[in-house]
């Protein structure tokens, strides 16, 4: 359970406010990603880092912004969000650059009020 | 890219009966295929996957089939118990894909066993 880890757990926030989500990982893996998980909705995938680098940016606005400062650290700026912005986002890893099984954090469970 | 269309949606069952989830896939390339479990306000957890050179993989109460040429693949769950009530999520990727990092997940199944 101590494997992938993300701050805050919940998250209430204005319109106009400007918060970051933290996501850290303590497996040793090389790729990071960012999933939004709305009600009846597939796990959205939002971001994809490897070796820091970001390489997958699957049409999200721009109000997200995503920071890869090393391999063990993912964050996601947030910045004049939406109503229909709120959900869960989750933060996964995985060990190599191709598609194997990801390690999901517990997630921030996000309101935008 | 890839498509993963699963169904139900919603599954419920009695106890102790069988549980089965489907999935199918449109890239031909996808070669690992794993299903994730996700109890209420938890996160999602591999349960069991499985690669294309293998057609049936075994876990206990969990098996998870795969048919390369019709696409398919699906998720059974025998004897059920109530802890068995979660959302299951099947998904497809190509293992070492390169620039292709994407696992792709299907909808999701609530399933709900029943005492």
């Known amino acids: 359970e101590t494997g992938v880890t993300q701050t805050p757990r919940h998250l209430v926030m204005g319109m106009t406010n400007k918060k970051s989500l933290k996501c850290e990982q303590h497996?040793?893996?090389?790729?990071m990603y960012w999933y939004k998980q709305s009600a009846k909705k597939p796990l959205e995938l939002m971001f994809v880092?490897?070796?820091?680098?970001?390489?997958e940016n699957n049409s999200v606005p721009s109000r997200f912004s995503p920071e890869c400062p090393n391999s063990s650290h993912l964050f996601l700026h947030l910045h004049t969000l939406q109503p229909e912005d709120s959900a869960l986002y989750l933060c996964?890893?995985?060990?190599?650059?191709?598609?194997?099984?990801?390690?999901f954090g517990p997630g921030t469970r996000l309101t935008v009020t | 890219g890839e498509n993963v269309e699963q169904h139900p949606s919603t599954l419920s069952v009695q106890e102790g009966d069988s549980a089965v989830i489907k999935c199918t896939y449109s890239?031909?390339?996808?070669?690992?295929f794993p299903w994730y479990k996700q109890e209420l306000g938890k996160r999602p957890q591999l349960i069991i996957d499985?690669?294309?050179?293998?057609g049936e993989k075994k876990d206990q109460r969990i098996a998870v089939t795969l048919n390369k040429t019709a696409k398919h693949f699906s998720l059974h769950i025998t004897e059920t118990q109530p802890e068995d009530s979660a959302v299951y999520f099947c998904?497809?990727?190509?293992?070492?894909?390169?620039?292709?990092?994407?696992?792709?997940f299907g909808k999701g199944t609530l399933l709900t066993v029943n005492p």
């Open positions: 996964a890893s995985s060990q190599g650059q191709g598609g194997e099984e990801q390690y």
């Open positions: 890239d031909s390339a996808s070669n690992y």
């Open positions: 497996l040793g893996h090389n790729a």
């Open positions: 998904a497809a990727s190509v293992l070492g894909g390169g620039s292709n990092y994407k696992l792709t």
């Open positions: 880092y490897s070796l820091e680098e970001r390489v």
């Open positions: 499985i690669r294309s050179n293998v």
